[in-house]
């Protein structure tokens, strides 16, 4: 089992930054690789970010490459989302997610636990 807590979501003003962070617990975060989605308002989620069980493997939606970066630190079970040149259009509730398996994945259904989620709101 494995629970997640969201954290660093906030209001930021268009190009600004925010770094989310992911705290897990549990004894199997080190094998599990990580992911983050995001949902805006009446829409579906989206994939965002994931990281493989070591961090040495990481993919990206199109839509964020080159200004997101997801990371790891396996020795403190956080898993991090540092966001640059944020846009309007990055205003979602974002969530992280935990696989059962080492291997990265874009979809949502892949994953099989959640946090609850950290609002992030970029003004223009």
């Known amino acids: 089992q494995v629970q997640l807590v969201e954290s660093g979501g906030g209001l930021v003003q268009a190009g600004g930054s925010l770094r989310l962070s992911c705290a897990a617990s549990?004894?199997?975060?080190?094998?599990?690789?990580m992911g983050w989605f995001r949902q805006a308002p009446g829409k579906e989620h989206e994939f965002v970010a994931t990281?493989?069980?070591?961090?040495?493997?990481?993919s990206y939606a199109d839509s964020v490459k080159g200004r997101f970066t997801i990371s790891r630190d396996n020795a403190k079970n956080t898993v991090y989302l540092q966001m640059n040149s944020l846009k309007p259009e990055d205003t979602a509730v974002y969530f992280c997610?935990?696989?059962?398996?080492?291997?990265?994945?874009?979809?949502?259904?892949?994953?099989?636990?959640w946090g609850q989620g950290t609002q992030v709101t970029v003004s223009s």
């Open positions: 997610a935990a696989r059962s398996v080492g291997t990265g994945h874009i979809r949502q259904t892949a994953y099989h636990y």
């Open positions: 549990g004894r199997t975060f080190s094998s599990a690789a």
């Open positions: 990281i493989n069980w070591s961090g040495s493997i990481t």
